[in-house]
């Protein structure tokens, strides 16, 4: 299902004001020990003046975790090309907002593919799958139900968590110990301004050069597109792009909802006419900031939140 929304307007201050405060955050290692493959890059990680965070040498996971945790959680991954992780623009006030509703929130901090791993485009993916299943285990300790744990991503986050969530069931990588025995399945994907096919004519992004280089063969293009692995299994998909967006190409969330569509997967689309790309949690006083009570009112329709 696909909505245009030019003309709706929804109202947020009581969503927004509702919720309770994050109790804390602390930070976990996704690997035992060297990840898989091995290479990377050396020293600590390099933020930029905005708070994207690059030279990834330890991937892991930053927890925003609720005061009234109410048994759903979240892994969020910001975007940035796979160049960069936008972490300080998309990622920390996505979880925010999400430990503010009693969801409990863990912020990716994933491999890019071009620091020197040796399994190259593979890292990200292998992260995600990795940081899913270690929230799996320890969702006892974190009041979360196994059940109920689902992925947020924007941009080039979003290509990671659609692949993510349409290949659950792919071995990204051999299994490290008794964590990888679990399922890497999300309850629920929302892809926010993502990209989502690395095919022609849309493969004119970042993320395309990073995972696939200048000049890709049809069928790496076509493995690394996210549509292409949507099946009747995956779990719901949430969509959110503005028409006006420079950096992919309004065609990627329509190309989505309809490989769901065709496949049976339950999916809402939400396009609004302008907003551009990276507006995050929405920016005040334009339509890109009524998305988030969307997302909201849609995780209580797939059963996330309690």
């Known amino acids: 299902m696909i909505i245009d929304r030019r003309s709706l307007v929804v109202g947020t201050a009581a969503v927004l004001a509702a919720g309770r405060a994050v109790a804390g955050t602390a930070s976990l290692r996704l690997w035992p020990g060297v990840p898989p493959g091995g290479g990377g890059p050396d020293g600590s990680p390099e933020v930029d003046g905005k708070g994207a965070v690059s030279n990834i040498a330890v991937p892991g996971l930053e927890v925003f975790a609720p005061s009234r945790p109410n048994g759903t959680a979240m892994l969020v991954a910001a975007g940035g090309g796979y160049k960069r992780i936008e972490i300080e623009r998309e990622a920390r006030p996505a979880a925010r907002w999400?430990?503010?509703?009693?969801?409990?929130?863990?912020?990716?901090s994933y491999r890019l593919p071009r620091e020197g791993?040796?399994?190259?485009?593979?890292?990200?993916?292998?992260?995600?799958?990795?940081?899913?299943?270690?929230?799996?285990?320890?969702?006892?300790?974190?009041?979360?139900?196994?059940?109920?744990?689902?992925?947020?991503?924007?941009?080039?986050?979003?290509h990671l968590m659609g692949l993510a969530a349409m290949r659950s069931a792919f071995a990204s990588y051999r299994p490290d110990d008794a964590t990888d025995a679990l399922t890497a399945r999300p309850s629920a994907a929302a892809?926010?301004?993502?990209?989502?096919?690395?095919?022609?004519?849309?493969?004119?992004?970042?993320?395309?050069?990073?995972?696939?280089?200048?000049?890709?063969?049809?069928?790496?293009?076509?493995?690394?597109?996210?549509?292409?692995?949507?099946?009747?299994?995956?779990?719901?998909?949430?969509?959110?792009?503005?028409?006006?967006?420079?950096?992919?190409?309004?065609?990627?969330?329509?190309?989505?909802?309809?490989a769901c569509e065709r496949a049976g997967v339950r999916v809402e689309a939400h396009i609004f006419p302008s907003g551009g790309h990276g507006f995050g949690m929405g920016r005040p006083g334009t339509s890109s900031a009524e998305w988030p009570p969307w997302y909201d009112a849609w995780l209580h329709t797939v059963g996330a939140p309690a």
């Open 98 to 108: 999400l430990a503010a509703r009693g969801i409990t929130a863990f912020v990716l």
């Open 117 to 158: 791993w040796a399994d190259g485009p593979m890292a990200p993916l292998q992260d995600t799958q990795r940081a899913l299943r270690l929230i799996r285990s320890r969702a006892a300790a974190y009041g979360v139900d196994p059940n109920r744990i689902g992925v947020l991503g924007f941009s080039a986050g979003g």
């Open 191 to 258: 892809l926010i301004y993502s990209v989502i096919t690395l095919e022609p004519p849309y493969d004119l992004t970042s993320t395309r050069v990073q995972l696939v280089g200048r000049h890709p063969d049809p069928e790496a293009s076509a493995e690394w597109s996210v549509e292409t692995h949507v099946r009747s299994r995956c779990p719901p998909v949430f969509l959110v792009q503005a028409e006006d967006d420079p950096v992919s190409d309004i065609a990627n969330s329509r190309i989505m909802a309809r």
